[in-house]
T-cell receptor
Framework: SQKIEQNSEALNIQEGKTATLTCNYT??????LQWYRQDPGRGPVFLLL?????KEKRKERLKVTFDTTLKQSLFHITASQPADSATYLC???????????FGKGTTLSVSS | GAGVSQSPSNKVTEKGKDVELRCDPI?????LYWYRQSLGQGLEFLIY????????KSGLPSDRFSAERTGGSVSTLTIQRTQQEDSAVYLC??????????????FGPGTRLTVL
C-alpha cells in the first residue's frame, strides 16, 4: 500500500533562514503532490500543488520540488518568519483518485 | 465568500451514544470528503462523495460509521455506539471537482469529538 513519510516531526530554525521540509513516498507513482499548512485548532490550508512533470514550483517565498526518481518532495520556505510557524503536511492522491493520503506533518517553529 | 463550515465545533458524548456531525461545503463544490485526525496522527480518509456517484466508503473504520450527502450539498457523518477510540477531530473538506482533476481541497475547522 502507499506510504508517505515526512522525515522530521519538528524543525526549529531562526528567523530569516530557509526551512526545508522533506516528504518521501513508497509503493506508488502519484501524478501530483500537494502541500498544506495546518495551524493549531484549524483545518489544513492548501499551499501548493506540483505535477509529476514539473520539477519545481514557486509561490512567493515557497518552493516545492518533486523528484519522481527519488520519490521525494522538498518544501522550502525562504526568509522564514515567526508567522510561518505551523505544521506542514504533504499529501498524495490514493491510487483510486478518491482521496488524499496525508503525511503526519512536520511542525516548524521559527524563532525571532 | 463562505468557506466550509462544520457543526458542532465540539462534541462530548458518553460511550455507547450515537453522534451526528454536520458539514456544509462551499457552494458549487461537487466533491466532499471526511477525514479523521487523532492526536499525533495524520489525517485519515473516511469517505468521499462526488456528485451523484456512489460514495467511496473504503476509509470508514467500521460499520458503526456512516455518512450521507443530501441534495449534493450538506453532509452528515454518523457514528453509532461511540467508543473511546472514536475520539478525534473530524474534518470535512470540499473541492470543485474530484481528485482526478488536481483540485485543492478546502477544509472546515473540524469537530472535536470526545467520547467519555
Amino acid at each position: 500500500s502507499q506510504k508517505i513519510e515526512q522525515n522530521s516531526e519538528a524543525l526549529n530554525i531562526q528567523e530569516g533562514k530557509t526551512a526545508t521540509l522533506t516528504c518521501n513516498y513508497t509503493n506508488y507513482s502519484p501524478a501530483y503532490l500537494q502541500w498544506y499548512r495546518q495551524d493549531p485548532g484549524r483545518g489544513p490550508v492548501f499551499l501548493l500543488l506540483i505535477r509529476e512533470n514539473e520539477k519545481e514550483k514557486r509561490k512567493e517565498r515557497l518552493k516545492v520540488t518533486f523528484d519522481t526518481t527519488l520519490k521525494q518532495s522538498l518544501f522550502h520556505i525562504t526568509a522564514s518568519q515567526p508567522a510561518d510557524s505551523a505544521t506542514y503536511l504533504c499529501a498524495l492522491p490514493n491510487q483510486a483518485g478518491t482521496a488524499l493520503i496525508f503525511g503526519k506533518g512536520t511542525t516548524l517553529s521559527v524563532s525571532s | 465568500g463562505a468557506g466550509v463550515s462544520q457543526s458542532p465545533s465540539n462534541k462530548v458524548t458518553e460511550k455507547g451514544k450515537d453522534v451526528e456531525l454536520r458539514c456544509d461545503p462551499i457552494s458549487g463544490h461537487t466533491a466532499l470528503y471526511w477525514y479523521r485526525q487523532s492526536l499525533g496522527q495524520g489525517l485519515e480518509f473516511l469517505i468521499y462523495f462526488q456528485g451523484n456517484s456512489a460514495p467511496d466508503k473504503s476509509g470508514l473504520p467500521s460499520d458503526r460509521f456512516s455518512a450521507e450527502r443530501t441534495g449534493g450539498s450538506v453532509s452528515t457523518l454518523t457514528i453509532q455506539r461511540t467508543q473511546q477510540e472514536d475520539s478525534a477531530v473530524y474534518l470535512c473538506a470540499s473541492s470543485l471537482g474530484g481528485l482526478a482533476v488536481y483540485n485543492e481541497q478546502f477544509f472546515g475547522p473540524g469537530t472535536r469529538l470526545t467520547v467519555l
